[in-house]
């Protein structure tokens, strides 16, 4: 009997598959695990998983209705419809929805995703009784001699880059549908040149209108072409631009461990603000730092003199941004003709070392240094102490958000020379250093040490900075020195 043949596009490419005359039920279609609903546009499908699928590295999105952008094979695995063997599924296109799910099931943790144009279903397949024909199905491998590859360097992404990034996007009524789109195209490009990878820049985004709402995070996607279909679903939101709001509830709620943040990689937002906020915007920038964001601000048709009037904060773009050095704000004079600004806006998203606001050990630190000024180490050795000191605090980035240094000199007695509040630059701290005079005289560490925790690192109970105390001293001391080094370690945690 002759077969009927119809054409399944996937990627570019069209397959075709066999289909019985008659209508008999057509043969499943060998996919791999990686193949997601949108690479199958029909409404009822029979499909082959294969076996041995890794279930770490299935994008499942939602519970039971399955975002379109999520594997199928991992769907059908998350569901219950097969298990490690693989095996027949049937899939069943449905529309778009908002708010799909995360559930832990069979091994599988889907993710949450708050809105996607098309959606599917699994169940369970029915066995052929002749072998399924046609090559797999694939977004992420295709077959050799394709035209369409995927390189294992593509999906690692761009390994010069590492950051994770969230884009801020404006989505009041101040910049319009039309000029909303217009962003997204911009913010489209961005996210394809930075060279979006599991060993990349890993992106989510963020709409601040009214309220901001979380669009995608950083772990829902690590593929340049997922994160473009993800912006591109975006819908535009209305209301007032609240960009203080949205960048205090990024800086708080978007960079977690739950949400794919990664640890001593930078933290970076990306706002942007066509015309002005209507809110406080210096605050968010400070809460922003504190958390160890850097902060950039992409400003878009600035207030014309007539306007000024109505913003609530002219320079609110120097109180937002990681530094007020010119690095960290960004300026297009409208959307239009924009593609010409995203090479020089990604090549700044990519200088690591110009990222000062980042968390780090060098940035993120208080150190008291408890130094021994005792009869026994001597003027010219107190002062070669000195210098050790001073070339270890000259290793902080300490600012006043940044690293903090104290130090205290003991003897029998203790004398705080400076404490993490007294100075908030390197050269202060280093003048102050080389200022110390000696004192001279006993030697009591355990009590320095006590005396160190509860008046230096006391007042800095509520610091997000972890606390390092480092002692020098030339010898033994006259009193218990372990009791107070295990209070003090237990005053840390």
């Known amino acids: 009997m002759a077969a009927a043949w119809l054409p399944l596009l996937c990627l570019g490419a069209g397959l075709l598959l066999p289909e019985r005359a008659g209508g008999q039920g057509a043969v499943p ?9 949108l690479d ?22 939602g519970n039971i209705v399955y975002a379109s952008v999520s594997s199928i094979c991992g769907a059908a695995v998350h569901k219950g419809v097969i298990g490690s063997a693989g095996g027949p599924v049937r899939v069943y296109s449905l529309p778009g929805r908002e708010n799909y ?118 772990k829902n996607f690590t593929s340049a072409k997922d994160v473009l279909f993800a912006i591109k679903e975006v819908g535009f939101r209305g209301g007032n631009s609240n960009t203080g ?15 794919g943040v990664r640890k001593g990689i930078p933290k970076v937002v990306v706002v942007f603000i066509d015309g002005w906020p ?8 400070i809460v922003a730092r504190e958390f160890g964001v850097n902060v950039f601000i992409v400003s878009v048709a600035k207030p014309i003199p007539e306007e000024l009037g109505m913003v609530q904060d002219v320079a609110f773009i120097d109180k937002a941004v990681c530094r007020n050095n010119g690095f960290f704000s960004y300026h297009m004079p409208n959307w239009f003709g924009t593609t010409k600004y995203v090479k020089p806006l990604v090549q700044k998203l990519c200088t690591h070392e110009q990222m000062m606001c980042s968390k780090t050990c060098y940035n993120s630190v208080n150190i008291a240094f408890l130094i021994d000024g005792s009869s026994s180490v001597g003027e010219s050795n107190f002062r070669t102490m000195l210098e050790f000191v001073s070339n270890i605090a000259q290793t902080f980035e300490i600012s006043d958000i940044g690293a903090k240094i104290a130090a205290v000199q003991f003897t029998y007695d203790q004398r705080t020379e ?20 000696y004192m001279s005289g006993g030697t009591a560490t355990g009590d320095a040490i006590s005396f160190t925790v509860r008046n230096v690192f006391g007042p800095m109970r509520d610091s997000p900075n972890k606390n390092f ?19 003090a370690h237990d005053a840390a945690k």
């Open 29 to 37: 279609v060998a996919i791999t695990c990686f193949t997601r609903g």
């Open 40 to 61: 199958i546009r029909k409404e009822k499908i029979d499909v082959l998983c294969p076996s041995d699928c890794p279930l770490e590295e299935f994008s499942v999105f």
């Open 101 to 218: 799910s995360s559930v832990v099931a069979n091994g599988i943790e889907s993710q949450t995703l708050s809105r996607w144009s098309a959606s599917f279903t699994v169940t369970k397949g029915k066995a052929a009784t002749q072998e399924a024909t046609g090559q797999a199905v694939s977004t992420a491998q295709p077959p050799a001699g394709k035209r369409l590859k995927k390189t294992p360097n593509k999906k690692a992404g761009n390994k010069d880059c590492k950051a994770d990034i969230a884009f801020l996007i404006d989505g009041s009524f101040n910049i319009g549908q039309r000029r909303f789109n217009l962003q997204k195209n911009f913010v489209g490009k961005v996210a394809l040149m930075l060279g979006i990878g599991t060993e990349g820049p890993h992106v989510g985004l963020v709409q601040a209108s009214e309220h901001p709402k979380i669009e995608f995070y950083l």
């Open 245 to 259: 709001k949205a960048l205090k509830h990024t800086a708080q709620k978007f960079f977690t461990a739950e949400t």
């Open 278 to 285: 209507s809110d406080d915007i210096e605050e968010a920038g």
């Open 418 to 437: 400076f404490t993490f509040t007294d100075y908030s630059t390197k050269e202060n701290v280093l003048a102050v250093i080389r200022n110390i005079r």
């Open 469 to 487: 105390l480092v002692v020098v001293t030339d010898g033994q001391s006259y009193d218990d020195v372990r009791g107070p080094a295990a209070a």
